[in-house]
């Protein structure tokens, strides 16, 4: 007879749970060259804190939540430098096990270097939503922003998706339609594109498939003043 297995995956957001990491390491280095003496040292620090569980239920609100933060501070003869990176996000889905889930997530990471002075940022923030009915089409909205800042360059991008699916007899439809938009500083840049997809597939008969669908797009945007448009 057949061997039977099982498997249990355990559901991470039945409990409240907070892990933390802790890294150190220091490193030392001495060479000599004739009369010449070489000498270094690192210490490098990493410090992190994750937070997962439920708010009142599992089945009303889940989290993710945490932190992380590095040092490194680099000593030698002649270069010195400290450099510090952090990251936090905070990602929840409401309503998770329904038809209708709501997920939103927010992030942002930043670092600085002593040795170059420049300090760089990047945030990200976004929701994803779907529903699932049985007489309605099944649909997912998506809308997400990110912006990078790198000395006194910044560049911001928000994305937006709509996936519609249904199944009507023999036929199955989808619609795809998306948009992206972004700007960045200090020249004023700034590009838009959209691209629209309407696919159909009918079953006509045993191995017997018949497909149909069209793409529509336009991208236009601003370089330096310059206005440009492309359609397709």
Avoid: C
Avoid at 67 to 92: F, P
Avoid at 104 to 130: I, M, R, V
């Amino acid at each position: 007879m057949p061997n039977k297995a099982m498997s249990y995956e355990k559901d991470q957001y039945l409990r409240k749970s907070i892990r933390g990491k802790v890294f150190l390491a220091y490193e030392t280095f001495d060479r000599a060259y004739n009369s010449q003496k070489n000498a270094s040292t690192r210490f490098q620090q990493t410090y992190s804190l994750d937070m997962k569980g439920n708010l009142l239920s599992r089945n009303l609100i889940i989290y993710d939540a945490g932190a992380t933060w590095n040092l490194d501070d680099y000593n030698a003869n002649t270069t010195t430098n400290n450099s510090t990176a952090s990251r936090y996000y905070v990602r929840t889905t409401i309503l998770p096990r329904s038809n209708i889930p709501l997920t939103l997530h927010w992030s942002t990471d930043s670092s600085f270097s002593s040795l170059s002075n420049n300090q760089n940022a990047n945030t990200a923030y976004g929701l994803n939503w779907s529903a699932r009915f049985r007489t309605l089409p099944t649909t997912r909205i998506t809308a997400d922003t990110t912006e990078n800042t790198f000395g006194v360059f910044r560049n911001k991008t928000n994305r937006y998706s709509l996936d519609l699916e249904k199944e009507l007899g023999p036929t199955k439809n989808h619609l795809n339609f998306k948009e992206q938009n972004a700007q960045s500083a200090p020249f004023g840049n700034s590009t838009n594109q959209y691209t629209l997809n309407i696919n159909n597939r009918t079953n006509i008969g045993r191995g017997t498939k018949l497909t149909a669908g069209i793409t529509k797009g336009e991208t236009w945007g601003t370089i330096s003043g310059a206005a440009s448009t492309v359609q397709g």
